[in-house]
Every structure is written in structure tokens, then in C-alpha cells.
């Protein structure tokens, strides 16, 4: 009927276009917006029709778009899960109802067996990476960090937390004074930063900043400017992401260092699926996207007209 008409007007060769559901944490960072408009820009590029849920910042809400996606029938799901734990039972489902999962730029806690792969980068390495940097830059001297942790229970705020601990493990003179959640906002980033300087004699002695990612260093940096301070000067600020605004701060040298992660986690993810769904192809457990430390040193204003066409 239908099919065969389809196949005879656009070729035999045309593969039927697939559907897919994207279930998306929300947008707290630009580094998230970003990865939101990567993936509808390569779904479309391929002809994949994409179905788009915006659980904002809630794991129900992600749980609901799951089931949904499953009754409608879908090819495949993309999932960022906001949070490691309690995928176990709508992941069953999913895989009851033959339906792939690809977990997007953030890991879980259940069995592999729940998902057909996972597109992140090494999230621990990337914690290490930042700490790398201090310890190299701080020198022999004593600094307090204070640290903003991503979403709480998230895996990139447990992982970077544990890669940076492992780094300045050793070096004496480096100590995280203060660590709280920032959920990865602007807004939180500035506000707990300021509550930091409050208690660390106004900033004086608060010697670097390490932030879980760069839009709560970008609102901790206001924050140490209205304390009158310098950022990227009297307290060093090293951060994760690479969106565009972070290396306009690194220009203008109140920021310090940034390790990226490309907002680019669909590429990969629907060239696995592709393979898998029209050759068998099965993808390994882990498809790791590249990690690359930025400095001041990195031509920062280049960088930034780069990234603005990467979906920013
Ligand atoms: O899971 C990746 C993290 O989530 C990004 O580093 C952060 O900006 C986002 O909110």
C-alpha cells in the first residue's frame, strides 16, 4: 500500500525515516541549550523525526516523557538523565518494548543491559584535568579553593567533584574550603559565590574558585567583581564547558582555564543508532567524546567566534 508507493517514488534504497524521542533535563546552562539545538539540527539533517520533552530539572517529568515515548511506539529514545539513580524500572520498560536507549552526556547507575550505549565524555577526567591546572599554577604556595557543585546526585557533579579531589590529592598546600550545589545556573553561581565571600573574610582567603561548570563560574565572577575583587587574579577561576561567554571572560582575564565538552553528543549517538537499526551494528557500552583544556594563553575572542556557529 502506502510503503510500496513510498519506496517506488523515492527509491528502494530509502530507509523509513525513524523516530525518536529525546527526553532533555531542561536548559540551566548554555552548554544545555546548546546540545538541545545540536540535536534538533542532526536529527533534521538525517530525517529523523524527533520528538522533544523538556522535563525541567525533573526526573518525573523524564520518567513521564519515557512512557509516553514508549506507548507512541518509537524507534529509539535519547535520554540525558538528570540524575544517576531510579532509571531501573522505565529503562526495563524500555528494553521490554524492544525500544533502544541512548544515554546522553550523562551516566546512570543501573546495568548496562538497560541501554544500548552512552555518548559522554570522561567526567571524572575532566574534574582531574581542572585540578591538574591548579596544581600547576598555584605553585608551592597556600590556596583555599571553594567549590560549586553541579545538580546534586548528578553524575558529572559526583564525577567532576571526584576527578578534582584526586588531583590536588597530595599537594597540601591546596584545600577545598567551602562546597555547594550551584545546580549548574547562572543564577545559583552568583548567589552561593557570594555567600562564600561573606564567610571567607569578603574573599581574602578564598584563592581560587573551581566551578562544576562555566555559567555558575560566569555568575560567581559578577560575584567577585561587586565584592570589589579580581577574578581570574585574586581568585583564580578554573571551570568546565567552553561555552562562548567563558572565553570572553578568559580575554578579559577574569577567568582562568576551562575543559570542554562539545554540545555535540547527538552526532555519535544517531550514528550508533543508524548502524545498529539498519546494519546490526551493535555500539560499545561507552562512546567517549574529547575533553580539551582552555587558557587565556588559547586566543580566546578566536575560540568564541568558533563556537557561536557549534549551536550556541
Ligand atoms: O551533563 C553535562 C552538564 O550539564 C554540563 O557540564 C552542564 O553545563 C550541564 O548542565
Redesign the pocket.
Known amino acids: 500500500g502506502a510503503t510500496m508507493l513510498a519506496s517506488a517514488v523515492f527509491g528502494a534504497t530509502a530507509a523509513s525515516a525513524l523516530t525518536v524521542g529525546f527526553s532533555q533535563?531542561g536548559s540551566?546552562?548554555?552548554?544545555?541549550a546548546a546540545e538541545t539545538t545540536v540535536t534538533k539540527q542532526e536529527a533534521e539533517r538525517r530525517g529523523i523525526d524527533l520528538k522533544f520533552a523538556d522535563a525541567q530539572q525533573k526526573q518525573e517529568n523524564q520518567i513521564k516523557a519515557l512512557r509516553s515515548f514508549i506507548a507512541q511506539g518509537v524507534d529509539a529514545i535519547l535520554l540525558?538523565p538528570v540524575v544517576e539513580t531510579g532509571w531501573e524500572s522505565v529503562l526495563e520498560e524500555a528494553k521490554d518494548a524492544e525500544i533502544p536507549v541512548i544515554l546522553l552526556?550523562?551516566t546512570v547507575s543501573a546495568s548496562d543491559d538497560l541501554y544500548l550505549t552512552a555518548v559522554?565524555s570522561d567526567?571524572v577526567h575532566e574534574g582531574r584535568v581542572a585540578g591538574q591546572w591548579l596544581v600547576e599554577n598555584v605553585g608551592d604556595r597556600a590556596c583555599n579553593i571553594v567549590e560549586l557543585q553541579?545538580?546534586t546526585g548528578?553524575?558529572?557533579a559526583i564525577a567532576r567533584k571526584k576527578g578534582f579531589e584526586e588531583a590536588i590529592a597530595g599537594h597540601d598546600n591546596l584545600k577545598i574550603i567551602r562546597s555547594q550545589t550551584g545546580d549548574?545556573t547562572r543564577t545559583k553561581g552568583k548567589e552561593v559565590m557570594e555567600s562564600f565571600l561573606k564567610a571567607e573574610n569578603g574573599g581574602a582567603n578564598i584563592c581560587a574558585l573551581y566551578a562544576?561548570?562555566?555559567?555558575m563560574a560566569l555568575g560567581a565572577i559578577q560575584a567577585i567583581k561587586e565584592a570589589g575583587l579580581k577574578p581570574g587574579e585574586d581568585i583564580l577561576v578554573v571551570s568546565?564547558?567552553a561555552?562562548p561567554d567563558i572565553f570572553k571572560a578568559l580575554d578579559a582575564g577574569e577567568a582562568n582555564a576551562t575543559v570542554e565538552?562539545t554540545p555535540n553528543m547527538a552526532g555519535p549517538a544517531f550514528d550508533a543508532l543508524e548502524a545498529y537499526l539498519n546494519d546490526g551494528v551493535v555500539p560499545p557500552k561507552w562512546i567517549q567524546t574529547e575533553s580539551k583544556l582552555y587558557t587565556q594563553a588559547d586566543d580566546p575572542m578566536k575560540v568564541y567566534e568558533e563556537k557561536k556557529n557549534l549551536g550556541y
Not at 28 to 32: I, L
Not at 212 to 215: I, L, R
Open positions: 533535563i540551566e546552562s548554555g552548554w544545555r540525558a552526556d550523562r559522554t567526567l553541579g545538580t548528578s553524575s558529572p549548574f562544576h561548570n562555566d555559567d568546565i564547558d561555552v565538552l
